[in-house]
T-cell receptor, first 113, second 116 residues
Framework: DAGITQSPRYKITETGRQVTLMCHQTWSHSYMFWYRQDLGHGLRLIYYSAAADITDKGEVPDGYVVSRSKTENFPLTLESATRSQTSVYFC????????????FGPGTRLTVT | AQKVTQAQTEISVVEKEDVTLDCVYETRDTTYYLFWYKQPPSGELVFLIR??????QNEISGRYSWNFQKSTSSFNFTITASQVVDSAVYFCALSEGDSGYSTLTFGKGTMLLVSP
């Protein structure tokens, strides 16, 4: 399917466990982003990537790790999940060759118990 | 540091009313971009508009219009003749600089409820 997909869509995990959220885009956009959405905060940028093997921190990077070995994939890992990381996570890619629109994935709702 | 304020947490209107969603931003850059996104109850984020800091012309797209005023650091969004399908959370966002990509700072969003 064309577009940007995220998996899983829903995840429940326990405090202290490692969990990886996957993001895949089919447009070959160079830039990709991870945001978290929490009530009262809107969306906040966690990490972003300019290309394979190039990543940079956003506003709230603590407790998260990212990698980008291939242009189309941008996984986000919570190395030791905490309850404060319960959130909805959105991945996005940006068309920097044209509209500069960020296309968002459907989101992953993560609950840490 | 950049900041976006959407002071209206929730707005309720009756169908066919016009409604304006306010957005005030703060930035020290002279080059920046402003965005609006819509998040319907289904949860996805839908891009509505991107405007650069050098273009203060108002934009109209169907029932949607945007008023950008640098003098008041505002980028307000108006829906004319609102419809039930307009019910959603609307986010204003800002990206500073002209790096060729956008690291978005979002406001907290305004929930719009349009009743029949």
């Amino acid at each position: 399917d064309a577009g940007i997909t995220q998996s899983p869509r829903y995840k429940i995990t326990e405090t202290g466990r490692q969990v990886t959220l996957m993001c895949h885009q089919t447009w070959s956009h160079s830039y990709m982003f991870w945001y978290r959405q929490d009530l009262g905060h809107g969306l906040r940028l966690i990490y972003y990537s300019a290309a394979a093997d190039i990543t940079d921190k956003g506003e709230v990077p603590d407790g998260y790790v990212v990698s980008r070995s291939k242009t189309e994939n941008f996984p986000l890992t919570l190395e030791s999940a905490t309850r404060s990381q319960t959130s909805v996570y959105f991945c996005a890619s940006e068309d920097v060759q044209g509209s500069y629109e960020q296309y968002f994935g459907p989101g992953t709702r993560l609950t840490v118990t | 540091a950049q900041k976006v304020t959407q002071a209206q947490t929730e707005i309720s209107v009756v169908e066919k009313e016009d409604v304006t969603l306010d957005c005030v931003y703060e930035t020290r850059d002279t080059t920046y971009y402003l965005f609006w996104y819509k998040q319907p109850p289904s949860g996805e984020l839908v891009f509505l508009i991107r405007r650069n800091s050098f273009d203060e012309q108002n934009e109209i797209s169907g029932r949607y219009s945007w008023n950008f005023q640098k003098s008041t650091s505002s980028f307000n969004f108006t829906i004319t003749a609102s419809q039930v399908v307009d019910s959603a959370v609307y986010f204003c966002a800002l990206s500073e600089g002209d790096s060729g990509y956008s690291t978005l700072t979002f406001g907290k969003g305004t929930m719009l409820l349009v009743s029949p």
